[in-house]
Every structure is written in C-alpha cells, then in structure tokens.
C-alpha cells in the first residue's frame, strides 16, 4: 500500500512528506463518524463538558460564555477542521489561530491530552454500538496532531521562560 499524507498534518514545504498525496480514504472514515457525531452535536458537547469538569474541575474558570455557546464553539471549530481536510494549509492558520486563543484562555499543553481523550471518550458514548474501534483511534490522532499544532502556535506566540529578562538585560 503506498503511502499517504493525513487530511491533519501539515508538512513543511521542503519536507519530503508534503509530496505524499493526501489520504482521501481516512478523509472519507474521518467524515462519516463525524456525520454521525454532528447529528448529536449538543448530547456530544454536554457529554464531553461534564467529563472534563469532572476530570478537571480547575479548567472551569477558563470557560467563560455558557454551556450552549460553549458548545456552538466546540461544534464550530471542529466543523471548520473536517471541512478544510482537503486544504492543510487552511486547517495549520485555523489551528494556529485556535492555539494562540485558547492560550489566552489559559490553556497549557497539558490540557491538551486531557481532551483528546475526553472527547474520544465522548464520541464513544455518544455512538455506543454505532461506532468502531479503528474510527475512535482514527479521531484519536487526528486529535493529537490538532493539539500539537495547536501549541505550536501558542509556544511561538509567547518566548520560553526567562526569554523576557535575557532581551531587557
């Protein structure tokens, strides 16, 4: 089987990998569960929030419009990423911008994993029997490589630590 590029990674130009041509049977798996999950968007939002406040009653503060806003913006982002599979260089500026926001909600790498595995966790439930394990691990990853572009972004947006001092000195 050759080999092919995922609709969410994004090489760089002179990267060998951007040559690969774009894997449009994932594309197609990665769609159809989330058709399914988008029919049921406000059960999936309402499940995933009440994991994570569960899980993280901390991340609370950081939400600041209400549960149904909330979960428009969630439907909202993910809606924009399925749809621009085709065009990574679209889905890297709307992650980018993404992870520079959610930075300025307060959002640290860590959190990151900690909803990825939540929302699987929340597509499973929403789906039960509807739904296949190669999918939820299909998402899984698309989930990941969101999150790392994600906080690329925001780690290019603010310098490491004691970056400030060094420059004023």
């Not at 990674?9 to 769609?31: C, E, I, K, S």
């Not at 889905?91 to 300025?104: I, W």
């Not at 929302?119 to 698309?142: C, H, V």
């Amino acid at each position: 089987m050759p080999l092919r590029r995922h609709p969410v990674a994004v090489p760089h130009a002179r990267d060998p990998l951007a040559r690969l041509p774009l894997d449009t049977a994932l594309v197609g798996r990665l769609r159809r569960t989330y058709e399914r999950v988008r029919a049921r968007e406000h059960r999936l939002a309402e499940i995933f929030y009440d994991k994570l406040f569960a899980a993280a009653p901390h991340l609370r503060s950081m939400f600041r419009s209400g549960p149904e806003a909330q979960s428009e913006k969630l439907m909202s982002a993910l809606d924009a990423v399925v749809r621009n599979f085709e065009q990574p260089s679209e889905n890297a500026a709307l992650l980018a911008d993404l992870g520079r926001r959610h930075a300025d909600y307060g959002a640290q790498p860590e959190h990151y994993a900690l909803v990825t595995d939540l929302l699987i966790e929340s597509m499973r439930e929403l789906l039960g029997a509807e739904r296949d394990e190669q999918s939820m691990e299909e998402w899984r990853l698309a989930l990941r490589l969101i999150s790392s572009q994600m906080i690329g972004a925001a780690e290019e947006k603010s310098p490491p630590c004691g970056a400030k001092g060094a420059a004023r000195r």
